[in-house]
């Protein structure tokens, strides 16, 4: 008997010359969704002309992709423009440059070095709750990223900046990041037009890498470690040349971290705190744990893993809010990925945000369950559950994003409580990452009275 290898469906609603970006355009979230819905493992869908992008749904082949594959596979074409936009580094670079960065870049993130981390990171979430007005609606996803941008370039740059410079420096990262979804998913040659949106843009691009570089060279001429992580970089060198970075090189890392991070730590910790305000009872017991464990004191480094019930608490969050809706990858050689044998070239894509709300893969996946990952007679399968990426692309940065996460929720929810000022349930949203809508909460003061009632 003989078997043949099924073919690969294409997912239907592709128009001539624009394929399926009129669907992405209109609602990407939903569409993506429903190729989970519709189709099988593998569903092919066209993202630009004359190239074939594999969306990859089943979770043990999402798995094979991103460990098994990965020494055969570039990262496509998301990840080439994200390049050409911000500068090689770790995220975006490929094969053997991707390993020797990484291997050159790692002390950064070492525990020793995250540890340091904490006190800033903490010193700025107690400076920015202080001003956050009681009984005030605002917006809290914008103020979690500017939140972010504090943490990032505090810890990046504690020593060396001074103030003014440090401003204008936050300002144009804003700019940046709000921009990079809309270069990055736009035609090559919509950049080069001629529009305020781009020279905006090109000009803060910019400002950030002449900051940086003369951050750099001033550190570089004092000979002298600061203690952040631009100083980490400066001395870092290649584990087999013994080559250190160069300066163009520690701009883009610096630039992509900030465009890669704050936006996806911006996101979760707003995840969080809404669905704390939704849920009065896992915040108390939040505040329970973190009473029984710190007591009046705050939260420092050696606290991060006795936190088990915020630990569970973020990683539904990043569950059922991930941030990630396509993540690419490319074949560089004719490749096997399951029954089907892929030709060199392949643009191959999967989505963390609809894999975490597949019920097939978690029961009754759109509620917020933090006990769910105490259940350990129905674990999610291998490759289910990817918060972070996998194999030798796993994000470099996850135990500094974690670390950064517990000590800002635990620092917020102790210092002031969120309420909701509509009851509308907040829907996510897709650009180069998934958001929330808009979110607006009002903040009263957390007293110790009410911290002890809820422990």
Not at 15 to 30: K, T, V, Y
Not at 289 to 297: D, F, Q, S, T, W
Not at 421 to 440: E, K, M
Request: aromatic share 6%; proline share 7%.
């Amino acid at each position: 008997m003989t078997f043949t290898t099924p073919p690969i469906p294409r997912a239907a609603g592709s128009f001539p010359l624009i394929g399926h970006a009129l669907r992405l355009i209109r609602d990407n979230l939903g569409f993506i969704a429903s190729l989970r819905r519709d189709y099988g493992p593998l569903v092919e869908i066209t993202l630009q002309p004359g190239t074939r992008t594999i969306v990859v749904q089943d979770p043990d082949l999402i798995r094979t992709m991103l460990v098994d594959l990965a020494p055969t596979l570039d990262k496509g074409r998301f990840f080439e423009k994200m390049g050409h936009i911000l500068g090689d580094s770790v995220v975006t670079a490929a094969g053997q440059d991707h390993v020797g960065r990484r291997r050159q870049l790692q002390p950064a993130f070492a525990r020793d070095r995250i540890a340091r981390y904490v006190d800033v990171m903490r010193d700025e979430v107690t400076a920015t709750t202080g001003t956050w007005r009681p009984g005030c609606p605002f917006d809290v996803h914008e103020a979690m990223v500017g939140l972010s941008l504090d943490m990032l370039a505090k810890t990046v740059f504690s020593a060396s900046l001074d103030e003014e410079t440090f401003r204008r420096l936050r300002h144009d990262l804003s700019v940046v990041m709000t921009g990079v979804g809309a270069r990055v998913m736009l035609p090559d040659w919509a950049e080069r037009l001629p529009l305020p949106f781009n020279r905006r843009f090109n000009e803060s691009r910019d400002a950030v890498r002449a900051t940086v570089h003369r951050a750099v060279d001033e550190l570089r001429a004092s000979d002298h470690d600061t203690g952040d992580m631009l100083s980490m970089l400066l001395h870092a060198t290649d584990p087999d040349s013994g080559e250190p970075l160069t300066t163009d090189q520690i701009c883009s890392e610096i630039l992509t971290l900030a465009v890669a991070g704050t936006e996806t730590t911006a996101s979760v910790l707003s995840w969080i705190l809404y669905e704390l305000a939704r849920h009065p009872g896992i915040e108390a017991r939040v505040l329970a744990e973190l009473h029984e464990v710190l007591g009046e004191r705050p939260v420092a480094f050696a606290d991060i893993t006795r936190l088990p019930y915020l630990r569970r608490v973020i990683d539904e969050a990043t569950r059922l809010h991930h941030t990630g809706w396509l993540v690419t990858r490319r074949t560089t050689t004719e490749t096997r990925l399951g029954e089907w044998t892929l030709p060199a070239g392949t643009e191959l894509a999967y989505c963390q945000h609809a894999l975490h709300r597949d019920p097939a893969l978690f029961p009754d996946p759109l509620t917020f369950d933090p006990d769910r990952w105490l259940d350990s007679a129905q674990p999610p399968p291998t490759g289910a559950f990817l918060p972070f990426g996998a194999g030798k692309h796993k994000c470099i940065g996850d135990h500094f994003a974690r670390t950064e996460l517990i000590t800002a929720v635990a620092t917020i929810v102790r210092t002031v409580r969120f309420e909701l000022a509509d009851s509308r349930r907040v829907r996510p949203v897709a650009r180069a990452t998934v958001r929330p809508g808009r979110l607006i909460m009002t903040v009263s003061p957390r007293t110790s009275t009410t911290r002890s009632a809820a422990a």
